[in-house]
């Protein structure tokens, strides 16, 4: 156990000072002399652990199907996209797909979500456009914002077309929620821009929101470095899980999650099958209301009243409240005087995901924390059993503290 315990921190020194996979370098010449025999793709990827999109491969071309382009859609709104290698013939018998050359050179990202994979993928030179300057935490990217290398064009139903056009992107990684009057796609998609829904979001799994790094490499035959990325983080992840799931169910702890004030007149507590509540398992842990018949089977959150969580949850072990707008415990207790009772807000065992957080609220857990699952559960692992990693520092959670 001790040196599975200082392997992995040894894994996770390298992650966080940015020692990563050597990055694939994009394609950018296309093909002079096209034979339809030879496979132009001699690295593939397949989803195992995500759910939004499946991929066939053909020799020029990959058919990309986005099985649930927004929450709530249904089979019949799945979109295709045809990927064709660049200089070889477009496939007929796909008029409803959209088609799009590859390697798509440069791109707008109307999400911070899709900005770890671009960087993971040595693909940020290709960055030209972002939805907001506001929010993003990665390094390399606000760089390119203060050097003056990027435009930013607005999102949904306001996004700047013409700033869009100017910058002549070969591909916009959008997202939606399937109403054409506010989305950005249909929009782009009518001025002839290459846009893709790219709906990571929905995921449930931490690997499987983490496994879209291989459907961005899709658009730049880069999967050989996504493959290399995305199985050395599923080997973290596993090697934590393996590391706690010997805990007796007498010694996990008891979770609070949420916050009540942060969603107005309800406490949502994680469905059973949510992305929060599989992390906190992971994590050797159990939410409050975890055994509730209510989130049982459920992948979104449940609302409860006030009172139900005060009387499940009042003695949790460790509070993470996700509440905005909070940098310190006296934040918190402001916003609603019953938090005080709370044995967490009294033990001083409330985590809040503030460590990495931009002046104007941009926080990297919803940013590189979707891409890195394995550091978000070793950060759990390390707060819910902080004997298992001794030496190691959460990245994105801190305990909140009274203010000064």
Known sequence: MKSLRVLLVLLFVLVLSGVMVTAQEAATACVENYDADVDYFPDK????????????????????????????????????????????????????????????GDVIALSTTYLPHLQSLGLLDHLVGMDSFLYTTTPEVIEKI??????????????????????????????GNGDP????????????????????????SP??????????????NAEATANEVFDSRVADYQALVEMTSAIPEEE?????????????????????ESYAAQIVRDAGAKLVLADDPQVQGKSSAVPFAFEAVYEAGVDADYWVPIAFGVQTLDDLLAQDERYADFAPAQNG?????????????????????????????ADLVRIFHPDLLLDYEPYYF???EPAE
């Open 146 to 175: 203060d050097a003056g290398e990027l435009a930013e064009v607005g999102n949904d139903s306001t996004i700047n077309v013409e700033v869009v056009l100017a910058a002549e992107p070969g591909l916009v990684l959008a997202y």
């Open 45 to 104: 990827v397949e989803a195992e652990y995500s759910t939004g999109w499946i991929v066939e491969y053909f020799n020029n071309y990959k058919l990309v199907t986005m099985l649930t382009p927004w929450p709530g859609s249904a089979p019949e709104d799945a979109i295709q996209y045809v990927l064709v290698e660049c200089g070889t013939p477009v496939p007929e018998g796909y008029d409803n797909a959209q088609v799009i050359e590859i390697p798509a």
């Open 252 to 272: 996990r702890p008891l979770v609070l999650w949420n916050s009540y004030t942060s969603f107005g007149d309800a406490w949502y507590i994680p469905g059973s």
């Open 349 to 377: 065992t409330v985590y809040e995901i503030t460590k990495r957080m931009n002046a104007n609220g941009g926080n990297d857990y919803f940013e590189s924390g979707v891409a890195n699952p394995q550091i978000v559960l």
């Open 181 to 204: 009057n506010t989305d950005a796609a249909p929009i782009l998609r009518e001025a002839g821009v290459p846009v893709v829904v790219a709906t990571d979001y929905i995921e449930v």
């Open 207 to 220: 690997l499987g929101r983490a496994e879209w790094i291989k459907f961005v490499s899709l658009f730049y």
């Open 398 to 400: 801190e305990a909140l």
